[in-house]
């Protein structure tokens, strides 16, 4: 009966968020084609002034349940700028939170209601939003040989042309990261070996098309281009590995209580329009964000700092140097050790040295001093992560 009605409780929390948004939507899309004919006879500025003020309004309804509702913690490293700015987003991509995460970014700069996606062509057929999508100045694009090049230009000129305010959120992966799809994840990486790019574990190998295209149609009228990294906690297990990002349904029932969003402005003078250079430039920024969509060893970072403050402490109260010089070269090494497992689970050895050794010398002063504080203490933490570090190497 008790496990019935906390599996009930469980599922209402998405239920009842996902009910209230796909409930309201008719409304929105009534009020929305009411608009439209109405508009006919105005200038485009008007009808996409209020357009956008509409959308505003449904999404940030959306982000009250995906933001408050959840009370999931959003870390945000970078200045975002405080004015409006027309601007492409692009952004690493590992579920459809990720179109969610543009929102929240966006209305922090009062941007909202000008955000516009680009997106695979087979999501125009979602019911309601998918026709909605495209005629708030979305695109939907197909892969490969069947992307068309003139399409895409055509509907973001007369957007553009038309006054329309751009905050376009492009994914240039082209479909999710998804650890446990193998076979795409193995394709992406045997691509960019034949192509001579440096091979990514943490994301997919960017496709430059929607991106060149948009950044080159929309130069003139485009202030900045920004590069956002998305990394949700909880994706990292025991043993490492990464496990699929909350699909929305699991990011509404709380199952992801923090997300690390890395923010970076970069103007659009900076970005170099020539095809073979761009795909260069794109690469190297995922590149970077393989590396940042890495799962901060924080447990081995706050054992780095526990043995710095010991030997400071040990400084502090007896005079003694050598606690203080112990603290900084252990709590050093051990801190490298905890980034280099953050960059490579698999990465161990650095910090298995430094902890083994201090739980042995800890261990030894603990034997012959029989005081707690602080031999005792630090021997006890050093073999805990001397077990830890053990079972990641076996598993």
């Not at 939003?129 to 490969?144: E, I, P």
């Not at 060149?212 to 956002?228: C, G, Q, R, S, T």
Request: net charge positive; aromatic share 12%; hydrophobic share 45%.
């Amino acid at each position: 009966m008790l496990l019935s009605l906390v599996v009930h409780t469980y599922s209402l929390r998405y239920w009842f968020p996902a009910a209230v948004m796909l409930g309201t939507a008719p409304v929105y899309l009534l009020s929305w084609g009411l608009w439209r004919m109405l508009a006919t006879a105005l200038p485009s500025r008007a009808y996409h002034r209020l357009d956008d003020r509409l959308y505003c309004v449904y999404q940030s309804m959306v982000l009250f349940f995906f933001e408050n509702y959840t009370g999931v913690e959003i870390v945000i490293y970078g200045d975002i700028p405080k004015n409006k700015e027309n601007v492409v987003y692009l952004s690493n991509h590992q579920c459809t939170v990720d179109w969610i995460i543009a929102d929240m970014l966006a209305i922090r700069q009062a941007a909202l209601g000008h955000v516009r996606y680009v997106l695979k062509d087979g999501l125009k057929w979602l019911p309601l939003y998918g026709w909605y999508f495209s005629q708030h100045g979305g695109v939907y694009v197909k892969r490969s040989a069947k992307f068309d090049v003139k399409a895409m230009k055509k509907k973001l000129l007369t957007q553009t042309e038309s006054g329309a305010q751009m905050y376009l959120v492009i994914f240039p992966e082209g479909t999710r990261y998804n650890p446990e799809l193998q076979s795409v994840v193995t394709d992406s990486q045997a691509f960019a070996s034949r192509e001579g790019l440096a091979v990514l574990k943490h994301t997919l190998t960017p496709r430059m098309k929607a991106s060149h295209v948009a950044i080159e149609a929309m130069k003139d009228h485009l202030h900045a281009v920004y590069d956002v990294t998305v990394a949700y906690e909880g994706t990292l297990d025991a043993r490492g590995q990464r496990q699929p990002a909350p699909s929305m349904p699991e990011f509404l029932c709380k199952e992801c209580p923090r997300v690390h969003i890395h923010f970076e402005r970069l103007d659009i003078k900076e970005i170099p329009l020539e095809p073979l250079f761009f795909r260069r430039w794109l690469h190297e920024r995922f590149e970077i964000k393989d590396r940042s969509v890495m799962a901060v060893d924080w447990l081995g970072f706050a054992y780095a700092a526990a043995i710095t403050l010991g030997g400071f402490m040990g400084y502090k109260r007896k005079g003694s140097i050598m606690s203080l010089i112990a603290g900084l070269v252990f709590g050093g090494l051990s801190a490298y050790g905890a980034f280099k497992i953050s960059m490579d689970p698999n990465d161990t050895t650095v910090f298995f040295i430094a902890s083994g050794t201090l739980a042995v010398v800890m261990g030894m002063r603990f034997k012959k001093s029989g005081k707690l504080m602080p031999a005792g203490i630090m021997a006890a933490l050093s073999s805990l992560m001397v077990g830890r570090l053990l079972l990641k190497i076996i598993m």
